[in-house]
């Protein structure tokens, strides 16, 4: 079963920073390219960042480029989010998801649960 496991969320002032992990079980990480995606209460859910699946392309919303970072650790099953001068529009629940092709599609293999992020002072 294909299991995705995000950790890392909390509360931080504006400015401030979190990484988020995205933990896989159940799979190979590195057979998957993994996306980052964020619902905000009451809005859509956006597609912040992707990483192929050697981790030799990336894509990132346009609210964030500059701010955070993906990377991936294959060996340890893992991405990351480097989340860098967060603000309050960058609150919301943080999802890691594994698509079928790529971050952008509309089919995917797996979903985290999720974690909440809150950028206030």
């Known amino acids: 079963q294909l299991q995705l496991v995000e950790s890392g969320g909390g509360l931080v002032q504006p400015g401030g920073s979190l990484r988020l992990s995205c933990a896989a079980s159940?799979?190979?990480?590195?057979?998957?390219?993994i996306g980052w995606f964020r619902q905000a209460p009451g809005k859509e859910r956006e597609g912040v960042s992707c990483?192929?699946?050697?981790?030799?392309?990336?894509d990132y919303a346009d609210s964030v480029k500059g701010r955070f970072t993906i990377s991936r650790d294959n060996a340890k099953n893992t991405v990351y989010l480097q989340m860098n001068s967060l603000e309050p529009e960058d609150t919301a629940v943080y999802y890691c998801?594994?698509?079928?092709?790529?971050?952008?599609?509309?089919?995917?293999?797996?979903w985290g649960q999720g974690t909440q992020v809150t950028v206030s002072s």
């Open positions: 990483i192929s699946a050697s981790g030799g392309r990336t």
């Open positions: 998801a594994a698509p079928r092709v790529w971050c952008w599609g509309d089919e995917f293999d797996s």
């Open positions: 159940g799979f190979a990480l590195n057979s998957y390219a």
